[in-house]
Protein backbone atom coordinates (compact mmCIF):
# COMPACT_ATOMS: atom_id res chain seq x y z
CA UNK A 1 0.00 0.00 0.00
CA UNK A 2 1.16 3.35 -1.16
CA UNK A 3 3.10 5.06 2.09
CA UNK A 4 0.71 8.13 1.71
CA UNK A 5 -2.23 6.02 1.77
CA UNK A 6 -0.62 4.15 5.09
CA UNK A 7 -0.50 7.76 6.64
CA UNK A 8 -3.51 8.90 5.49
CA UNK A 9 -5.11 5.99 7.28
CA UNK A 10 -3.28 6.71 10.64
CA UNK A 11 -4.51 10.19 10.45
CA UNK A 12 -7.87 8.81 10.05
CA UNK A 13 -7.62 6.33 12.92
CA UNK A 14 -6.01 8.99 15.49
CA UNK A 15 -9.09 11.38 14.84
CA UNK A 16 -11.48 8.64 15.23
CA UNK A 17 -9.72 6.87 18.46
CA UNK A 18 -10.20 10.63 19.51
CA UNK A 19 -13.38 10.89 19.33
CA UNK A 20 -14.19 8.01 20.57
CA UNK A 21 -12.36 8.60 23.63
CA UNK A 22 -13.91 11.68 23.89
CA UNK A 23 -17.63 10.00 23.86
CA UNK A 24 -16.49 7.17 26.82
CA UNK A 25 -14.88 10.02 29.26
CA UNK A 26 -18.31 11.98 28.76
CA UNK A 27 -20.26 9.40 29.07
CA UNK A 28 -18.16 8.73 32.44
CA UNK A 29 -19.36 12.23 33.60
CA UNK A 30 -22.97 10.74 33.47
CA UNK A 31 -22.62 9.56 37.08
CA UNK A 32 -24.38 6.45 37.93
CA UNK A 33 -21.65 4.04 39.69
CA UNK A 34 -18.92 6.23 41.23
CA UNK A 35 -15.75 6.03 39.12
CA UNK A 36 -12.40 7.94 39.31
CA UNK A 37 -12.74 9.52 35.52
CA UNK A 38 -16.11 11.66 37.08
CA UNK A 39 -13.64 13.67 39.28
CA UNK A 40 -11.12 14.85 36.17
CA UNK A 41 -12.99 17.54 35.56
CA UNK A 42 -12.39 19.12 39.00
CA UNK A 43 -10.60 22.14 39.84
CA UNK A 44 -9.79 23.36 42.63
CA UNK A 45 -9.17 26.75 43.88
CA UNK A 46 -6.48 27.14 46.15
CA UNK A 47 -4.39 30.46 46.89
CA UNK A 48 -5.88 31.95 43.77
CA UNK A 49 -4.94 29.41 41.46
CA UNK A 50 -7.05 26.79 39.93
CA UNK A 51 -5.04 23.04 40.36
CA UNK A 52 -6.25 19.77 39.53
CA UNK A 53 -7.91 17.58 41.81
CA UNK A 54 -5.10 14.87 41.49
CA UNK A 55 -2.90 17.63 42.97
CA UNK A 56 -4.69 18.70 46.19
CA UNK A 57 -6.84 14.87 47.34
CA UNK A 58 -7.05 11.53 46.60
CA UNK A 59 -9.72 9.08 46.50
CA UNK A 60 -11.20 6.17 46.38
CA UNK A 61 -14.21 4.23 46.64
CA UNK A 62 -16.37 3.70 49.19
CA UNK A 63 -15.77 0.37 50.89
CA UNK A 64 -18.83 -2.11 50.15
CA UNK A 65 -20.54 0.62 48.05
CA UNK A 66 -20.39 1.55 44.31
CA UNK A 67 -21.98 4.33 44.05
CA UNK A 68 -19.65 6.71 46.84
CA UNK A 69 -16.38 8.08 46.41
CA UNK A 70 -13.95 8.80 49.85
CA UNK A 71 -12.14 12.25 49.09
CA UNK A 72 -9.16 12.97 51.26
CA UNK A 73 -7.92 16.40 51.63
CA UNK A 74 -3.92 16.53 51.31
CA UNK A 75 -3.93 19.56 53.16
CA UNK A 76 -6.67 20.57 55.43
CA UNK A 77 -7.30 24.17 54.18
CA UNK A 78 -7.78 22.65 51.12
CA UNK A 79 -11.36 20.43 52.56
CA UNK A 80 -13.99 23.20 51.63
CA UNK A 81 -12.42 24.52 48.05
CA UNK A 82 -12.31 20.71 47.74
CA UNK A 83 -16.16 20.80 48.42
CA UNK A 84 -16.88 23.31 46.11
CA UNK A 85 -14.72 22.36 42.98
CA UNK A 86 -16.59 18.81 43.50
CA UNK A 87 -20.02 20.83 44.17
CA UNK A 88 -19.59 23.13 40.85
CA UNK A 89 -18.55 20.06 38.10
CA UNK A 90 -21.26 17.61 39.59
CA UNK A 91 -23.95 19.41 41.41
CA UNK A 92 -25.50 16.23 41.75
CA UNK A 93 -23.51 14.36 44.15
CA UNK A 94 -24.69 14.10 47.66
CA UNK A 95 -21.76 15.91 49.59
CA UNK A 96 -20.60 15.26 53.33
CA UNK A 97 -17.89 16.30 55.79
CA UNK A 98 -17.38 13.05 57.63
CA UNK A 99 -14.97 12.28 60.61
CA UNK A 100 -12.64 9.72 60.59
CA UNK A 101 -12.38 7.26 63.25
CA UNK A 102 -11.20 7.65 66.21
CA UNK A 103 -10.13 11.51 64.82
CA UNK A 104 -10.92 14.64 66.82
CA UNK A 105 -14.59 16.20 65.59
CA UNK A 106 -12.90 20.14 65.78
CA UNK A 107 -10.03 19.19 63.74
CA UNK A 108 -10.07 19.63 60.12
CA UNK A 109 -7.36 17.56 59.44
CA UNK A 110 -9.66 14.09 60.64
CA UNK A 111 -12.25 15.28 57.92
CA UNK A 112 -12.91 13.49 54.62
CA UNK A 113 -15.35 14.47 51.87
CA UNK A 114 -17.64 11.47 51.13
CA UNK A 115 -19.86 12.11 47.99
CA UNK A 116 -22.90 9.46 47.04
CA UNK A 117 -24.16 9.46 43.36
CA UNK A 118 -28.26 10.33 43.09
CA UNK A 119 -30.29 7.23 42.71
CA UNK A 120 -31.55 6.43 39.24
CA UNK A 121 -35.35 7.59 39.40
CA UNK A 122 -37.75 8.44 36.92
CA UNK A 123 -36.38 11.48 36.11
CA UNK A 124 -32.93 10.81 36.14
CA UNK A 125 -33.35 7.74 34.31
CA UNK A 126 -34.97 9.92 31.59
CA UNK A 127 -32.22 12.51 31.68
CA UNK A 128 -29.37 10.34 31.31
CA UNK A 129 -30.79 8.07 28.73
CA UNK A 130 -31.66 11.66 26.69
CA UNK A 131 -28.63 12.73 27.07
CA UNK A 132 -26.53 9.45 25.98
CA UNK A 133 -28.65 9.87 22.75
CA UNK A 134 -27.17 13.46 22.06
CA UNK A 135 -23.47 12.40 23.20
CA UNK A 136 -23.88 9.45 21.11
CA UNK A 137 -25.33 11.30 17.51
CA UNK A 138 -22.26 13.70 18.32
CA UNK A 139 -19.93 10.90 18.32
CA UNK A 140 -21.41 9.49 15.34
CA UNK A 141 -21.05 12.69 13.39
CA UNK A 142 -17.91 13.29 14.06
CA UNK A 143 -16.90 9.81 13.26
CA UNK A 144 -18.79 9.99 9.71
CA UNK A 145 -17.95 13.83 8.98
CA UNK A 146 -13.89 12.44 9.16
CA UNK A 147 -14.67 9.00 7.16
CA UNK A 148 -16.27 11.31 4.35
CA UNK A 149 -13.09 13.59 4.46
CA UNK A 150 -10.76 10.33 4.06
CA UNK A 151 -12.51 8.87 1.84
CA UNK A 152 -12.80 11.72 -0.52
CA UNK A 153 -8.87 12.22 0.14
CA UNK A 154 -8.26 8.73 -1.27
CA UNK A 155 -9.02 8.52 -4.89
CA UNK A 156 -6.84 12.35 -4.76
CA UNK A 157 -3.71 10.16 -3.09
CA UNK A 158 -4.42 6.99 -6.02
CA UNK A 159 -4.30 9.16 -9.37
CA UNK A 160 -3.52 6.76 -12.11
CA UNK A 161 -3.32 3.90 -9.54
CA UNK A 162 -5.48 0.66 -10.79
CA UNK A 163 -9.26 -0.37 -9.33
CA UNK A 164 -7.66 -2.87 -7.06
CA UNK A 165 -5.44 -0.44 -4.81
CA UNK A 166 -8.25 1.93 -4.77
CA UNK A 167 -10.15 -0.44 -3.63
CA UNK A 168 -7.86 -1.62 -0.64
CA UNK A 169 -7.47 1.72 0.26
CA UNK A 170 -11.21 2.42 0.28
CA UNK A 171 -11.44 -0.87 2.53
CA UNK A 172 -9.00 -0.40 5.05
CA UNK A 173 -10.45 3.22 5.63
CA UNK A 174 -13.94 1.32 6.09
CA UNK A 175 -12.27 -0.64 8.74
CA UNK A 176 -11.24 1.91 10.62
CA UNK A 177 -14.54 3.30 10.67
CA UNK A 178 -16.07 0.09 11.62
CA UNK A 179 -14.02 -0.47 14.24
CA UNK A 180 -14.63 3.16 16.06
CA UNK A 181 -18.39 2.82 15.54
CA UNK A 182 -18.05 -0.97 17.07
CA UNK A 183 -16.44 0.68 20.06
CA UNK A 184 -18.67 3.66 20.29
CA UNK A 185 -21.58 1.25 20.25
CA UNK A 186 -19.82 -0.66 23.12
CA UNK A 187 -19.29 2.37 25.45
CA UNK A 188 -22.77 3.13 24.92
CA UNK A 189 -24.59 -0.13 25.29
CA UNK A 190 -22.58 -0.11 28.79
CA UNK A 191 -23.75 2.92 30.04
CA UNK A 192 -27.06 2.16 29.09
CA UNK A 193 -26.79 -0.81 31.12
CA UNK A 194 -25.19 0.74 33.78
CA UNK A 195 -28.42 3.13 34.27
CA UNK A 196 -30.92 0.82 33.62
CA UNK A 197 -29.58 -1.53 36.51
CA UNK A 198 -29.53 1.43 38.73
CA UNK A 199 -33.19 1.75 37.78
CA UNK A 200 -34.17 -1.24 38.27
CA UNK A 201 -32.67 -1.52 41.89
CA UNK A 202 -34.74 2.09 42.49
CA UNK A 203 -37.76 0.36 40.97
CA UNK A 204 -37.05 -2.45 43.34
CA UNK A 205 -35.98 -0.25 46.81
CA UNK A 206 -39.74 1.63 45.82
CA UNK A 207 -41.52 -1.74 45.82
CA UNK A 208 -40.15 -2.92 48.91
CA UNK A 209 -40.67 0.50 51.03
CA UNK A 210 -44.49 0.66 49.36
CA UNK A 211 -44.97 -2.75 50.40
CA UNK A 212 -44.32 -2.36 53.78
CA UNK A 213 -46.11 0.75 54.07
CA UNK A 214 -48.96 -1.24 52.74
CA UNK A 215 -48.64 -4.06 55.31
CA UNK A 216 -47.73 -1.41 57.70
CA UNK A 217 -51.46 0.58 57.75
CA UNK A 218 -53.05 -2.75 57.30
CA UNK A 219 -52.28 -3.83 60.15
CA UNK A 220 -52.78 -0.45 62.17
CA UNK A 221 -56.67 -0.46 60.48
CA UNK A 222 -57.07 -4.29 61.54
CA UNK A 223 -55.55 -3.00 65.09
CA UNK A 224 -58.58 -0.03 64.91
CA UNK A 225 -61.09 -2.43 63.49
CA UNK A 226 -60.45 -4.56 66.24
CA UNK A 227 -60.42 -2.08 68.82
CA UNK A 228 -64.17 -0.47 67.86
CA UNK A 229 -65.88 -3.66 67.41
CA UNK A 230 -68.83 -3.73 70.00
CA UNK A 231 -68.76 -6.74 72.87
CA UNK A 232 -71.24 -7.00 75.22
CA UNK A 233 -68.04 -7.96 77.48
CA UNK A 234 -66.93 -4.41 77.00
CA UNK A 235 -69.83 -2.99 78.42
Known sequence: MKASIVQ??????????????????????????????????????VGGELLPIEQVAKARNAEGREDQFEIYPLDKDWLFPIVKGIADVHPEFKIEIKDLEDGDEEDLENKYILATMPPVDDVRHDVLTDAIGVLSDACDAKIKATFDYYSAQIPLELVGASAEDLDEAKNALQ?????????????????????????????????????????????????AAQQMKWTPESE
Open 8 to 45: LLDSAKKKMSGYAALFNYRLMNLCVLASPEALLPVQVE
Open 175 to 223: EVHDSHDDLCKQFRAAKEKEIEDAYQQFLAEKAEKQAKFEEEVAARNEQ
